[in-house]
């Protein structure tokens, strides 16, 4: 439902004198049973503690309690207005396995464009995007009848060197994005941003990202902090793409903290350059460089993990390296995280290697625990541990918009 037809709703209802519950109530009542079936109890660190998105539901529990014991009133336009703002865990992003995205639904980070097209009886529709500079996460939805399968489903099929999909009636075939008409997936830009798409708990709901890596050579995005995009769908057994113009603009701040600090370890040596924060993604920029100049850069699988001073990690969204000379002796690594659950005193990257199951192959398939994780061989050598101005990120992170 529309937010902005809340007030309209509540009036109607107001109107009419009836026993059972309105339809608006039970809608929010489904919303609050869901969040709490579904509701973690550990995060990714495995820390016995409820996740951040607790924060919110009392307030929805309370919203949608208030609005049942009001349901047979009239609702004048300023209380309808002031329950417009409470929070009623309506943001689709609450869906994502990501604590930057949820975050986002909770400080008001969430614009609702709820732009729409239908073609033979199926709408999509963009409810909802999120943009902070860094990544812009758009929510799609598909709403419709006859569907088999989830908006994100394929099978993919090898058969020899072969690759073919099979996707199920509704499921997305195809995607490009472009940025006030220019198409994200152009092979002549030099400086293009990456798409990811991430399934949801709701089979008709997936996310798309959008993220914005830095320019080689100056600071600011491949994505601008306003503009126009278009998201050009299409569906299987659906004739027409669905073509949807949204208007998007950065509404967070940022926070950049500069280092320098170096290691260095068997002729491999890293620099690291700069770390962004905002309310939403933490940015770390690394440079690679190869000391002993006995050929191309270290080693290939060379990977990150950040971790805060109480030992949680961040989850990992995606990165881009970018070679600065034609020996492929020095690289510019751009990794994006997800954001802190609060503010560290310090942070502390820790480059590693993963451990093959065929070692003398040195690729092929990771070798993992009896507990299904990667692992991992770390180089303590390089790792670096820098501080992190608490007050300065606790503002940030806390900031409403």
């Known amino acids: 439902m529309n937010p902005f037809d809340l007030d309209k709703e509540l009036r109607e209802i107001g109107k009419a004198h009836r026993s059972e519950v309105p339809d608006i109530i039970r809608h929010h ?98 409810p909802q995007v999120v943009y902070d500079g860094t990544r812009l996460s758009l929510a799609v939805k598909r709403e419709g009848e006859g569907f088999a399968g989830s908006i994100s489903d394929v099978e993919i099929m090898q058969d020899n060197n072969d690759t073919t999909y099979r996707y199920q009636k509704g499921a997305i075939t195809d995607v490009e994005m472009l940025i006030d008409g220019t198409s994200i997936h152009d092979p002549s830009l030099s400086d293009k941003a990456g798409l990811i798409g991430k399934p949801t708990s709701d089979p008709n709901v997936v996310l798309y990202e959008l993220i914005g890596f830095s320019r080689l050579e100056h600071q600011n995005q491949s994505l601008p902090d306003q503009f126009q995009l278009t998201a050009k769908i299409s569906l299987e057994g659906i004739d027409a793409p669905y073509v949807i113009h949204v208007p998007v603009r950065k509404n967070t701040d940022q926070m950049i903290v500069s280092s320098g600090e170096t290691r260095e370890w068997n002729g491999l040596q890293i620099t ?84 093959f199951q065929d070692p003398t192959a040195n690729g092929g398939l990771y070798k993992v625990d009896s507990n299904g994780e990667m692992v991992k061989t770390y180089l303590k050598e390089l790792e670096i541990t820098i501080p992190v101005d608490h007050v300065g990120l606790d503002k940030l992170y806390d900031a409403q918009w």
Not at 76 to 89: D, F, N, Q, T, V
Not at 289 to 302: A, C, H, V
Not at 345 to 354: D, G
Request: no cysteine; glycine share 6%; proline share 5%.
């Open 29 to 126: 009542q489904d919303e609050v049973y869901a969040f709490l079936s579904d509701l973690p109890m550990s995060t990714r660190s495995n820390r016995q503690q409820r996740s951040p998105k607790v924060r919110g539901l009392i307030a929805a529990a309370a919203a949608a309690a208030m609005i049942g014991i009001i349901s047979s009133a009239y609702v004048s336009p300023a209380m309808a207005e002031s329950l417009r703002k409470i929070p009623l865990i309506s943001s689709i992003f609450r869906l994502a396995d990501d604590l930057g995205l949820q975050t986002a639904g909770e400080r008001g980070l969430v614009a609702e464009p709820n732009a729409s097209v239908t073609h033979e009886g199926v709408t999509i529709r963009i």
């Open 272 to 355: 690291l350059e700069q770390l962004k924060f905002t309310p939403i993604t933490t940015d770390l920029i690394v440079n690679l460089e190869r000391t002993d100049k006995s050929g191309k850069l270290g080693d290939p699988n060379l990977l990150f993990e950040v971790w805060d001073d109480r030992g949680r990690e961040l989850g990992r969204i995606s990165g881009k390296g970018v070679y600065r000379d034609d020996r492929q002796q020095q690289q510019r690594l751009e990794l994006m995280f997800d954001r802190f659950e609060d503010a560290p005193e310090s942070i502390t990257i820790k480059p590693f290697l993963p451990v």
